[in-house]
């Protein structure tokens, strides 16, 4: 029996096929050729969690994919699993403001971090607050508070979340601008929009979904909202900048992927959520939540957007005197 050798042509020829038969299959796969994750680093069913799970649902149709929640409860255990997920593009976080611009500062240890382990895939939008007074106080406007303010000094009374909150935060920054002093209740949850409808409390500071029924029904009273503009819904509420210029303290809610995650999932995703956030169903549905789509954003100009927002907000905690704990 006599073998042959090959010739060069028919060996190269060889190795072209068997490059293009082995890159086939990742070629027709592309990306997502699996579902794709989203961590939610808040427990389910608050305004976080049911933003995320609008947006994922969407997301899905628009990716072929599903696109799983994964609630996390804790926040920065939720931030430090996306961060030490894979970079393969098969993992993201929704993250609130804190996580990624404010708690760095106000918190000695911080198990991730903000600027190096995560890169800025879309901002989803902008969570405002708004400043209500029970209407037996008699105000009806921020300039008004802030005049018996001066004119009672100390008498008062704030339902605040506490001064490591975005609400207490603004609170804050509220006081010490207006110049008036505040008696500060602590409290969790819903329960200080109860007692400051009942009376116990004068004022409180929250996020719009948890005070705009008690606003329509007239158990309380708008008097400023924390964002740069006036909301649609609610144009006749005036900002607390209109009284207070430079006054602003919205929070937001973003979505980024762990740091060296490849371009095109980032991309796309990006492409996809500024999509999804123009479309009238899904923003209505966001809006009920409290969150407000301010336009579409590149990856680099969310990075940008980020970097702003750190150096902001680290100059109202040094304005502030927040220590960390």
């Keep these: 029996m006599i073998f042959r050798t090959p010739s060069r042509r028919r060996i190269a020829a060889l190795l072209v096929l068997l490059a293009c038969t082995a890159a086939a299959p990742a070629a027709a796969q592309g990306w997502p050729a699996r579902p794709v994750k989203m961590i939610v680093p808040q427990a389910a069913g608050g305004a ?5 799970r609008v947006v994922c649902e969407r997301l899905a149709q628009m990716l072929g ?5 994964e609630n996390r409860g804790d926040g ?4 430090q699993a996306a961060a030490r997920a894979a970079p393969d593009g098969y993992t993201y976080l929704f993250a609130p403001a804190p996580l990624l611009a404010i708690d760095q500062y106000i918190m000695k240890i911080v198990p991730y971090s903000a600027e190096d382990d995560f890169a800025g895939v879309a901002l989803v939008g902008m969570v405002p607050l708004a400043l209500v007074a029970n209407p037996d106080l008699n105000v009806k406007t921020l300039a ?10 100390g008498k008062l009374a704030l339902a605040s979340s506490g001064p490591r909150t ?16 505040l008696q500060q209740v602590p ?8 007692d400051t409808i009942a009376g116990r409390t004068h004022v409180t500071v929250q996020e719009i979904p948890q005070i705009a029924s008690a606003v329509q029904r007239g158990e309380l009273r708008a008097l400023a909202v924390s964002s740069s503009k006036r909301l649609p819904e609610l144009s006749g509420l005036p900002t607390f900048a209109e009284t207070l210029p430079g006054l602003e303290a919205s929070g937001w809610l973003a979505v980024v992927a762990p740091s060296r995650t490849p371009q095109e999932p980032i991309r796309r995703m990006n492409l996809e959520i500024n999509r999804l956030l123009s479309d009238s169903d899904v923003s209505q549905r966001l809006h009920a939540l409290g969150i407000y789509s301010e336009g579409s954003r590149g990856p680099d100009q969310v990075d940008a957007f980020f970097g702003e927002e750190r150096e902001r907000w680290s100059a109202i905690v040094r304005e502030l005197r927040i220590d960390p704990e």
């Excluded at 976080?48 to 995320?52: E, L, N, P, S, V």
């Excluded at 994919?65 to 929640?69: A, G, H, S």
């Excluded at 920065?76 to 931030?79: D, F, R, V």
């Excluded at 975005?166 to 002093?181: C, D, K, Q």
């Design 166 to 181: 975005l609400p207490g935060i603004l609170v804050e920054m509220f006081r010490i601008r207006a110049g008036i002093s």
């Design 76 to 79: 920065s255990l939720g931030a």
């Design 65 to 69: 994919q599903p696109v799983l929640v």
């Design 187 to 194: 409290y969790k949850g819903a329960q200080g929009v109860a």
């Design 144 to 153: 008004d508070l802030i005049k018996l303010g001066k004119a009672e000094p």
């Design 48 to 52: 976080t969690d049911i933003g995320a």
